[in-house]
T-cell receptor, first 113, second 119 residues
Framework: GEDVEQSLFLSVREGDSSVINCTYT??????LYWYKQEPGAGLQLLTY?????DMKQDQRLTVLLNKKDKHLSLRIADTQTGDSAIYFC?????????????FGAGTRLAVHP | SAVISQKPSRDICQRGTSLTIQCQVD?????MFWYRQQPGQSLTLIAT?????????ESGFVIDKFPISRPNLTFSTLTVSNMSPEDSSIYLC????????????????FGPGTRLTVT
């Protein structure tokens, strides 16, 4: 089955860039997702990338995909205190007629002044 | 996107009792999912609920413990039965939206979650 791994913690200074990394095992995944979870809240779909793309940029967010190495990263430019949250990488596994999302453990991003 | 609401937002329950969580979506969707997020952990899929058919449960989850209803295309319930402290978690429902076009993307949106504490 699919296995998704992330580092657990990242601490950055306000204004710097944050890079959150994710590796996965199933190369047939067509889309790869990034979710954000703020304290006490549900999951917010941040962005996603199609597997035939290398990069996707959306304002301060840049997603890089290295399909050969099965490596996905999320870069947040000019990180702000409001970016402090847990970021989950999620990879779909198609089974039984639907896409089951397999989540990484989540990376807790702490932004300090 | 989709707007999803859940009730209750949180509850504290005694062991041995049951709690039913409601999930309402602002549009008709085929696929609805129920996830569990144990304290400090990632999300684990409990089951998938299609309207008009029985829910499909993931390994480690059974219908007697987590019965699910899906009466129409905008609503679902998850019941946590005969609760124990190990059931203390956040329970989230999500829906899958598909878009057409060349890429035919799948997007899953999540509700705010129900924070359950079992004492």
């Amino acid at each position: 089955g699919e296995d998704v791994e992330q580092s657990l913690f990242l601490s950055v200074r306000e204004g710097d860039s944050s890079v959150i990394n994710c590796t996965y095992t199933d190369s047939s995944s067509t889309y790869l997702y990034w979710y954000k979870q703020e304290p006490g809240a549900g999951l917010q779909l941040l962005t996603y990338i199609f597997s035939n793309m290398d990069m996707k940029q959306d304002q301060r967010l840049t997603v890089l995909l290295n399909k050969k190495d099965k490596h996905l990263s999320l870069r947040i430019a000019d990180t702000q205190t409001g970016d402090s949250a847990i970021y989950f990488c999620a990879v779909p596994m198609f089974s039984g007629g639907y896409n089951k999302l397999i989540f990484g453990a989540g990376t807790r991003l702490a932004v300090h002044p | 996107s989709a707007v999803i609401s859940q009730k209750p937002s949180r509850d504290i329950c005694q062991r041995g009792t049951s709690l039913t969580i409601q999930c309402q979506v602002d549009s008709q969707v085929t696929m609805m999912f129920w996830y569990r997020q144990q304290p400090g952990q990632s999300l684990t899929l409990i089951a998938t609920a299609n309207q008009g058919s029985e829910a499909t449960y993931e390994s480690g989850f059974v219908i007697d413990k987590f019965p699910i209803s899906r009466p129409n295309l905008t609503f679902s319930t998850l019941t946590v039965s005969n609760m124990s402290p190990e059931d203390s978690s956040i329970y989230l429902c999500s829906v899958e939206l598909t878009s057409g076009g060349n890429l035919g993307s799948y997007e899953q949106y999540f509700g705010p979650g129900t924070r359950l504490t079992v004492t």
